[in-house]
């Protein structure tokens, strides 16, 4: 309607014009249904791989995936309560299905941190101590890699290699190497979740002082302050807030990889959910996760508030 | 130089009360957040009894496991009987093959007449026996090629082809010499001699070098010529475990007809040579040896890693078609219905709060061990984090495109194609992009618990603590993976956001 309107009125040039912009669209549009083409074929292509090599056929199992909804309704509400403050159970037959006052620690005689309590510490503490670890670590190691602190290309370089290196290396290899080392417990996480957390927080550090603003640094150096002074008072100030929202935004990540690593042999409340999961303790593995879903809530909800006191609401953009 | 009189100074404290005198929580702030962390990582290493377990730790065991990300052992063993007679043998699994002679080992043989015990059941078999049983061995084969003699009831004497010196050289640092009553070894120019006495045990002649330990005297000698070999000595044998850098059977394994050729060798045979197995190309039999290789097992390997890739590329995608319209009933600005925006916002909060680990374990339990249960926890994860996302990206947008776009009378289908979309493609498709890349990574971790992927595969060789060169393997791999999306992913989203790529 609106292109016949215009068509008559076009002089010679403007009619060439308006054909190779109708050409360079016809263009366009075919790249884009060949794009479309390429994703379409490539998931189809993957749907059938997944279905091929999965154990369970997705449509054998549809009707099941319910099944196993009902199988995880307790036998009465208050169950997961019993099992949330490790109350005694009237079901109790002495299997481990209902055996919630075992695992109490016993801080006095009467008083008790109930099981899973003590676990999702013993997560949260993982996912803190390693935050702060790595984020030791990347603060020191992004200085190094950033182009306007340091002038060396070699030093440059080789701390940039090791920070993506650090970042893409499977947590799960280096937990599972600490384990053999260190044995059962939660220190393989705690290394392992660290030197992750090393890598991915100086990216984003380094990020952050390479576009800092120069000012502050020059003129410290005019004073003829060396290389520490010059980071310490040029930029630690103007980059520590955007630091500190990084850091909150990587503790949130931590908690949830606390959680698996644990599930995976780390310890903590992560190993208990696949336990009761795999052996169908129904009150157990609802209590776990309403545990774990309010856990994460409250991180999320507290480093957002800290975040938005921090920096404002630039630190809700996403960090590219 | 000015000078402020004290009246005025006081005047200027008074009206900025807070700068002069700053509250105590405001001047020692960084001072107590130090030392609030240096509580806290005081507390830690009490929570985690870092010191107690980093003491027990094994760490001699860590440069072994290290090095076998990178190495192989092979361990040949001389084992010596009572009577002095000394055969040489490998492990069953040894990367040589059983019946390997490698040219650092140097044996002499001798015949030699051996006295044994027999047992009843071999001397006067059960004739109850049914004679398929006893054709499962070769005859001969227990007593060696010559005849036996029988002496008596109780013992058989056969002369048989023994070893009487073993030479094992290990490359430059050392050298091993065993006779059936004596053992040599050198290394750096010191030697160390041990007499073997049935009774007394391993006896050190001289002085004990360095390079070697034996807990008390006439029990076994440890020696170690760091990454290149060690061994231990004892009276009925002596072990040595010579390191070679690199992977073995890397291509092919000791079953395979290809198995210790050397690379020349193979491409002639495959291109040009007789068939070795007369019912296919020597190029397919190669091919298959490679995929199915036992130790490596390329081709299992390969298939996880692919499950990984579609786990994460799948989920995503599936998350993003979900999230696309979700998010639209979820801005406030486009959708003006409270409920409507609450109800998937919580639905966007609910499906990010509950883990990706929780969803693993339930769709594992749900669709069985693979990668559909990866697919479906990233999707469920993804959907609830892009959802946000987008529906804040919604409520930033620019209102004066879609005021422009209503002023002409557009439906509303259309304000939103070309006065919304627009505006935030390039940000959702990037999003997408970037939670590709991430998600590529998370597929592995996730996969260690069963939904699929070469997670568990890398768990499974890294339990056994004997197979890190396959986990250095699948490491490599996964990092080749991920370092070529992050690439990719970069590229595309700079491109999308018009940015120069970094």
């Known amino acids: 309607m609106a292109t016949s309107l215009f068509q008559h009125g076009f002089s010679e040039k403007g009619a060439l014009i308006e054909r190779h912009w109708q050409e360079l669209n016809a263009r366009r549009r075919l790249y884009s249904w060949l794009g479309f083409a390429v994703l379409a074929l490539a998931l189809s292509g993957s749907l059938w791989f997944a279905n091929e090599t999965n154990a369970g056929k997705f449509f054998d199992r549809l009707p099941h995936v319910f099944d196993f909804v009902g199988d995880l309704a307790p036998r009465d509400g208050m169950e997961v309560i019993r099992a949330l403050f490790d109350l005694a159970s009237p079901y109790d037959d002495g299997s481990f299905k209902y055996n919630y006052p075992e695992g109490r620690l016993y801080l006095t005689d009467s008083l008790y941190v109930p099981e899973y309590f003590h676990k999702m510490l013993e997560t949260l503490n993982i996912a803190l101590f390693s935050t702060i670890i790595g984020g030791a670590l990347g603060f020191v190691l992004c200085f190094l890699a950033a182009r306007n602190t340091m002038s060396n290309r070699l030093m440059r370089g080789f701390s940039c290699r090791v920070m993506e290196i650090l970042r893409a290396f499977p947590e799960v290899v280096l937990a599972g190497f600490f384990l053999a080392i260190l044995s059962l417990g939660p220190l393989p996480a705690v290394i392992a979740v660290s030197i992750h957390t090393v890598g991915a927080l100086g990216k984003l550090f380094f990020e952050v002082v390479e576009n800092a603003d120069m000012k502050a640094e020059e003129g410290l150096r005019a004073v003829g302050a060396n290389w520490t002074e010059r980071v310490w008072f040029g930029f630690v100030p103007q980059v520590l807030p955007n630091f500190v929202s990084y850091f909150l935004l990587r503790l949130e990540i931590n908690v949830r990889a606390s959680t698996i690593i644990g599930a995976v042999g780390g310890g903590g409340i992560g190993e208990l959910l696949r336990l009761s999961i795999g052996q169908r303790h129904e009150a157990k593995t609802l209590a776990i996760v309403l545990l774990l879903l309010a856990t994460i809530i409250a991180v999320d909800q507290f480093s957002a508030w800290l975040r938005r006191r921090l920096v404002g609401d630039q630190a809700f953009r996403l960090a590219q | ?502």
């Open chain 2, 1 to 502: 130089m000015t000078v402020i009189a004290p009246a005025r100074m006081q005047d200027i404290a008074d009206r900025h009360a807070g700068l002069i005198k700053s509250p105590f929580r405001h001047r020692f702030r960084v001072v107590l957040l130090a030392a609030g962390v240096l509580l806290y990582v005081v507390y830690c290493w009490w929570f985690f009894a870092i010191g107690q377990v980093l003491g027990s730790a094994n760490w001699g065991i860590a440069g072994t496991y290290l090095a076998d990300w990178v190495s192989y052992e092979v361990r040949p063993s001389v084992r010596i009987a009572p009577d002095g007679a000394m055969e040489l043998s490998y492990p069953r699994s040894s990367p040589l093959g059983p019946d390997a002679s490698p040219d650092w080992v140097d044996v002499e043989r001798a015949m030699m007449m051996r006295v044994k015990p027999v047992a009843q059941a071999v001397a006067v078999p059960a004739p109850a026996q049914p004679s398929a049983a006893s054709s499962f061995m070769a005859p001969g084969a227990a007593t060696g090629g010559a005849e036996p003699v029988v002496s008596g009831q109780t013992e058989v004497r056969t002369e048989e082809e023994v070893v009487t010196h073993a030479r094992i050289r290990i490359g430059s640092a050392g050298v091993i010499d065993v006779w059936p009553e004596r053992v040599m070894v050198e290394h750096g120019g010191e030697r160390l001699a041990v007499r073997l006495d049935q009774e007394k045990g391993v006896l050190v002649e001289g002085a004990l070098p360095g390079w070697a330990a034996q807990k008390a005297p006439g029990e076994k000698i440890t020696f170690s010529f760091g990454f290149s070999g060690r061994g231990d000595i004892d009276t009925d044998g002596v072990t040595v475990r010579r390191r070679f850098f690199g992977w073995a059977n890397f291509l092919f394994d000791i079953n395979s007809p290809f198995h210790g050729r050397p690379m020349g060798e193979v491409a002639s045979l495959v291109l040009s040579g007789e068939r070795i197995d007369p019912a296919r190309s020597n190029l397919s039999l190669a091919w298959d040896n490679i995929l199915y290789n036992a130790e490596w097992q390329h081709l299992d390997v390969w298939t996880k890693l692919l499950q990984t890739i579609v786990m994460a590329f799948v989920g995503t995608l599936f998350a993003m078609l979900a999230a696309f319209p979700l998010s639209f009933l979820a801005a406030r600005n486009i959708t003006r219905n409270w409920l409507s925006n609450q109800l998937s916002k919580r639905l966007f909060d609910f499906l990010r709060s509950v883990d990706m680990l929780i969803w693993a374990l339930f769709f594992t339990r749900a669709f069985g061990p693979g990668p559909l249960a990866g697919i479906s926890a990233i999707f469920f994860t993804d959907t609830g984090t892009l959802g946000k996302l987008y529906s804040e990206a919604l409520e930033n947008i620019d209102d004066k495109q879609r005021e422009g776009v209503k002023s002409v009378g557009a439906a509303p289908a259309a304000v939103q194609r070309y006065g919304v979309l627009p505006q935030v493609l390039p940000v959702f498709a990037s999003q997408a992009l970037y939670f590709w890349e991430s998600n590529t990574r998370s597929a592995t971790i996730i996969g260690a618990v069963g939904a699929g992927g070469i997670g568990l595969k890398l768990w499974e060789a890294m339990r056994t603590n004997s197979d890190w060169e396959n986990v250095a393997y699948m490491v490599l791999l996964i990092l080749v993976v991920v370092f070529i999306f992050d690439g990719l992913s970069n590229r595309l989203r700079s491109r999308l956001m018009g940015r120069p790529a970094r």
